[in-house]
DNA sequence: TCACATTTGTCCGTATGTATC
DNA sequence: CGATACATACGGACAAATGTG
């Protein structure tokens, strides 16, 4: 059973400009840095935020993805979703120097981490949190 | 229209228990690394692949957004897909520290650049290549 | 061992929007 | 304007991992 669960229906707008992920992983983005989601919580399900957002699992799995990419969150198979430790996601816009490097060069890199591999068992790790 | 055809019809395992999607990344890893696609030059498009490997669009997308995140390739909206300069994926490997760092944690982390955003114009860049 | 529910992972088909040419 | 190509979004289905009984 998750925790925190949102104080309102959570409204998106279907004709805004800004893709419905976008503004999902946004929402979610805000309640996980201002603590409604607290580190080492179980993220809603899926099929929950689906119900929450009134939109298709693709839909919040990209926005979740994202998250993920980010370093927010981390998904452990047939558990659930879950809010990283603060520490580990302060830490990830401090990986310039390549960045900068390359918008010298005319790019704008967005440099994340990817994935959370858990190494042994990904169980036995988890429960360590 | 796309350059290297592959020469055989890219034969995937369906029972195979490592995903469809990993099974055409990892392909389409080799020939770029091989030269098979050259740098700079356009991958087969989205639909392209769905026919190659006889799967879906989602499928082949999936697979495409990953190796975009490792940087081998990039995406222009409405032009197509293409393999990145050998230089910029060759640079990728080496932004540990960080990773490092995670994996005394306990962490694995994957460290890759997401995407390359066209600043001014993406046509313009693009044409620079 | 087994069954079951929950949750995430993979995969398909389809439709529509937007950018480029 | 039309063709091509990627982006977003929906629906559904089944598999795999986990936890519980």
Redesign the pocket.
């Known amino acids: 059973?998750?925790n925190a669960k949102p104080s309102a229906p959570t409204r998106?707008y279907?004709v805004?400009?800004?893709?419905?992920?976008?503004?999902?992983k946004d929402q979610l983005r805000g309640r996980i840095l201002d603590g409604s989601y607290a580190p080492h919580s179980?993220?809603?399900?899926?099929?929950?935020?689906?119900a929450m957002?009134?939109?298709?699992?693709?839909?919040?799995?990209?926005?979740?993805?994202d998250l993920?990419k980010e370093g927010l969150i981390f998904?452990?198979?047939?558990?659930?979703?879950y809010v990283s430790k603060p520490k580990a996601f302060q830490n990830l816009t401090h990986l310039q120097g390549f960045g900068e490097a390359m918008a010298s060069l005319g790019y704008e890199t967005v440099n994340q981490v990817i994935s959370f591999k858990f190494q042994p068992?990904?169980?036995a790790v988890?429960?360590q949190l």
């Open positions: 059973m998750p998106l279907a805004s400009p800004v893709p419905l992920y976008t503004q999902i179980q993220m809603p399900s899926e099929s929950e935020l689906t957002f009134k939109v298709s699992r693709i839909t919040v799995r990209q926005a979740l993805g993920q998904k452990i198979h047939g558990k659930g979703t068992a990904s169980r988890a429960e």
